[in-house]
């Protein structure tokens, strides 16, 4: 029998609409997500407002994507009838409780965030910082609190967001005195962190080393082909590097028999087994994963109404859920209100 809603523990997790998703948000967060929303009560936030916050110059290609993520979310088997899919810009709430929260977290302490960091180096912004951006970890505090979510199922680069969210769920309550926002624990996969196919350190939208879930059957063959392996292991019969190989890791995330996998490895570290036998092998398995994913896009993509119905559903019923956190701690904070 089904848990009720009242004590299935809630979930909220997003994803920014800078682009179509990829094997990191599978391997990071999708996978478990599709697997919780049996025992959870699940939301999903398609972020268009983060989004905007390093791509102030390009708001048509964030609006452009709310609708590829939805599609990647039903096509990895996101079940609207189990999950709340709903739109970021569309929950004013979410907007005013940030506004709230920017009180109780300091510049620096924005400015120390190693995630926050790490992505200032990465988009190169230097010193011209958009202050929305430095601020966004305060937003996804107002995020996760404002559907009171205990369980945010993300990739590793996303801890130190969480730890902040939690840090400013401990100021509030302190404040007002009592627990009136849960904190949140993070749930990470042993693969935290997929590299791009490129080896750097994360697969990204933004840094073009992605391989999206709706990769056609060719894009899939030709990043294996291009996959950085051990730059020593020349010839086959060579002892290979397993350490910092990208194969081995998408392997280690995807394949499905993780015995035959240890075994490649034992072999490709002893010397007699050639980058081109490990790069099949995963060739197979990433087809053998999102071949059925591609059709299921492409199938709902055929019908884009359908898809922005779930999406307008499940916005009115986040907008009721939202609302009613913001009067929450508006009233915990005792701001004046007009009706007493
Ligand atoms: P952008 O480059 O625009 O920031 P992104 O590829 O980093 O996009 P996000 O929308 O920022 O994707 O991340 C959404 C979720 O997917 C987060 O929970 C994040 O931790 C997870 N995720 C993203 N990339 C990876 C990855 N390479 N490995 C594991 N998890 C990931
Ligand atoms: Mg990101």
Do not use: W
């Given at each position: 029998?089904?848990?009720?809603?009242q004590?299935?523990?809630?979930?909220?997790?997003g994803?920014?609409?800078?682009g179509?998703?990829?094997?990191?948000?599978?391997?990071?967060?999708?996978?478990?997500?599709v697997?919780?929303q049996?025992t959870?009560?699940?939301?999903?936030l398609?972020?268009?407002?983060?989004?905007?916050?390093?791509?102030?110059?390009?708001?048509?290609?964030?609006?452009?994507?709310?609708?590829?993520?939805a599609?990647?979310?039903?096509?990895?088997?996101?079940?609207?009838?189990?999950?709340?899919?709903?739109?970021?810009s569309?929950?004013?709430?979410?907007?005013?409780?940030?506004m709230?929260?920017?009180?109780?977290?300091?510049?620096?302490?924005?400015?120390?965030?190693?995630?926050?960091?790490?992505?200032i180096?990465a988009?190169?912004?230097?010193r011209?910082?958009?202050?929305?951006?430095l601020?966004?970890p305060?937003?996804?505090?107002?995020?996760?609190t404002?559907?009171?979510?205990?369980?945010?199922?993300?990739?590793?680069?996303?801890?130190?967001l969480i730890?902040?969210?939690?840090e400013?769920?401990?100021r509030?309550?302190?404040?007002?005195g009592?627990?009136?926002l849960?904190?949140?624990?993070?749930?990470?996969?042993?693969?935290?962190r997929?590299?791009?196919?490129?080896?750097?350190?994360?697969?990204?939208?933004?840094?073009?080393?992605?391989?999206p879930?709706?990769?056609?059957?060719?894009?899939?063959?030709?990043?294996?082909?291009?996959?950085?392996?051990?730059?020593?292991?020349?010839r086959?019969?060579?002892?290979?590097s397993?350490?910092?190989?990208?194969?081995?890791?998408?392997?280690d995330?995807?394949?499905?028999d993780?015995?035959?996998?240890?075994d490649?490895k034992?072999?490709?570290?002893?010397?007699?087994?050639?980058?081109?036998a490990v790069?099949?092998?995963?060739?197979d398995?990433?087809?053998?994963?999102?071949a059925?994913i591609?059709?299921?896009?492409a199938?709902?993509a055929?019908?884009?109404?359908?898809?922005?119905?779930?999406v307008?559903?499940?916005?009115?019923?986040a907008?009721?859920?939202?609302q009613?956190?913001?009067?929450?701690?508006?009233?915990?904070?005792?701001?004046?209100?007009?009706?007493g």
């Open positions: 029998m089904p848990m009720t809603d004590i299935q523990p809630i979930i909220l997790t994803d920014r609409t800078t179509p998703l990829h094997l990191g948000h599978y391997a990071g967060s999708l996978k478990n997500r697997g919780l049996h959870h009560r699940q939301f999903l398609l972020a268009d407002t983060q989004a905007l916050t390093d791509n102030a110059h390009d708001p048509d290609k964030v609006r452009r994507n709310v609708i590829e993520v599609l990647d979310y039903l096509a990895v088997g996101i079940d609207p009838a189990l999950s709340t899919i709903c739109l970021q569309a929950l004013p709430a979410l907007a005013e409780l940030s709230l929260y920017l009180n109780f977290v300091t510049v620096a302490r924005l400015e120390r965030n190693p995630t926050i960091k790490d992505e180096q988009r190169g912004f230097g011209d910082i958009p202050a929305g951006f601020c966004y305060a937003a996804q505090a107002a995020d996760i404002a559907f009171k979510a205990q369980v945010v199922p993300v990739g590793e680069d996303q801890a130190p730890e902040q969210t939690n400013i769920v401990r509030i309550n302190r404040q007002v009592r627990d009136i849960p904190e949140a624990r993070a749930l990470i996969p042993a693969i935290g997929l590299p791009g196919v490129d080896g750097k350190a994360k697969m990204s939208k933004s840094q073009g080393n992605a391989i879930l709706s990769a056609s059957s060719d894009d899939i063959r030709d990043a294996v082909h291009r996959m950085y392996t051990d730059p020593n292991h020349l086959v019969s060579d002892p290979g397993i350490e910092g190989n990208v194969v081995f890791m998408y392997l995330a995807f394949d499905e993780p015995a035959g996998v240890e490649l034992a072999r490709y570290r002893h010397g007699g087994l050639g980058d081109m790069k099949r092998r995963l060739e398995v990433l087809q053998a994963l999102l059925p591609r059709e299921r896009r199938a709902l055929r019908d884009p109404e359908f898809v922005l119905d779930i307008r559903q499940g916005t009115l019923k907008r009721a859920t939202t009613e956190t913001l009067d929450d701690v508006r009233r915990a904070l005792g701001l004046f209100a007009f009706d």
